[in-house]
């Protein structure tokens, strides 16, 4: 199993597990850099949630990873987590590159405030500073699913959107939902083995292979 697949899956044991949940939710509050971005987020009217980011807990030397959570301060758990980790690919894009670790509660409890929060995560915050790196395994258990829901809306939304591939950092346009359900189709199919990637960015990238 690779080592992303590894450390994803011991993360949702993690967060799944409720005392676990309950030590982790501990952690993140108390972090030195924490700070609360619910109002930027347009989480201000859910007073017992709140969207957190913490920096350097996770990288101490650098810049390079960074945490948002959802925080549920009323029962102390956290409802949704997001790890990400900036890459840099100069060969498409001047901007560093968010590579997200996605959790989130399957409690009933959470639904409603869960509903949008990848949209608001993704394309109100994250997207406004970085490149977006879309990959299959980004939410165990439903990669796909959850990478074709992301990709339709970055189209919806008017975003710059490609598919990527690591060894040659090269990019192909996926600028309509046609061209998307094509790529799910051959995937879906079992005919492409490769794994699912996007970039997703505000501004034009070099689209042709480097």
Same mark, same amino acid.
């Given at each position: 199993?690779?080592?992303?697949?590894?450390?994803?899956?011991?993360?949702?044991?993690?967060?799944?597990?409720?005392?676990?949940?309950?030590?982790?939710?501990?952690?993140?509050?108390?972090?030195?850099?924490?700070?609360?971005?619910?109002?930027?987020?347009?989480?201000?009217?859910?007073?017992?949630?709140?969207?957190?980011?913490?920096?350097?807990?996770?990288?101490?030397?650098?810049?390079?990873?960074?945490?948002?959570?959802?925080?549920?301060?009323?029962?102390?758990?956290?409802?949704? $987590? &997001?790890?990400?980790?900036?890459?840099?690919?100069? =060969?498409?894009?001047?901007?560093?590159?968010?590579?997200? !670790? *996605?959790? #989130?509660?399957?409690?009933?409890?959470?639904?409603?405030?869960?509903?949008?929060?990848?949209?608001?995560?993704?394309?109100?915050?994250?997207?406004?500073? $970085? &490149?977006?790196?879309?990959?299959?395994?980004?939410? =165990?258990?439903?990669?796909?699913?959850?990478?074709?829901? !992301? *990709?339709? #809306?970055?189209?919806?939304?008017?975003?710059?959107?490609?598919?990527?591939?690591?060894?040659?950092?090269?990019?192909?346009?996926?600028?309509?939902?046609?061209?998307?359900?094509?790529?799910?189709?051959?995937?879906?199919?079992?005919?492409?083995?490769?794994?699912?990637?996007?970039?997703?960015? #505000?501004?034009?990238?070099?689209?042709?292979?480097?």
């Amino acid at each position: 199993m690779p080592l992303v697949a590894r450390e994803h899956t011991a993360l949702t044991s993690l967060l799944t597990r409720t005392a676990d949940n309950a030590a982790f939710y501990a952690v993140l509050t108390g972090a030195d850099a924490v700070r609360d971005i619910s109002e930027k987020m347009g989480y201000c009217d859910e007073p017992r949630y709140r969207l957190i980011r913490v920096d350097r807990r996770l990288d101490k030397a650098g810049d390079n990873e960074f945490e948002i959570a959802l925080v549920d301060d009323a029962e102390k758990t956290v409802a949704y $987590y &997001d790890k990400v980790t900036l890459l840099h690919f100069p =060969k498409v894009s001047s901007r560093y590159v968010a590579r997200n !670790q *996605v959790w #989130r509660s399957a409690a009933m409890r959470h639904s409603l405030v869960l509903r949008d929060v990848s949209l608001k995560v993704l394309f109100r915050y994250l997207v406004q500073e $970085y &490149d977006l790196l879309l990959t299959e395994d980004a939410v =165990k258990g439903v990669g796909k699913f959850y990478w074709h829901r !992301q *990709v339709s #809306r970055a189209i919806a939304l008017g975003l710059h959107v490609y598919t990527y591939e690591d060894a040659a950092q090269s990019l192909r346009p996926i600028p309509t939902q046609r061209v998307l359900n094509d790529i799910v189709d051959l995937a879906w199919s079992g005919a492409d083995q490769g794994s699912l990637q996007a970039l997703i960015s #505000r501004f034009p990238l070099a689209s042709q292979k480097a």
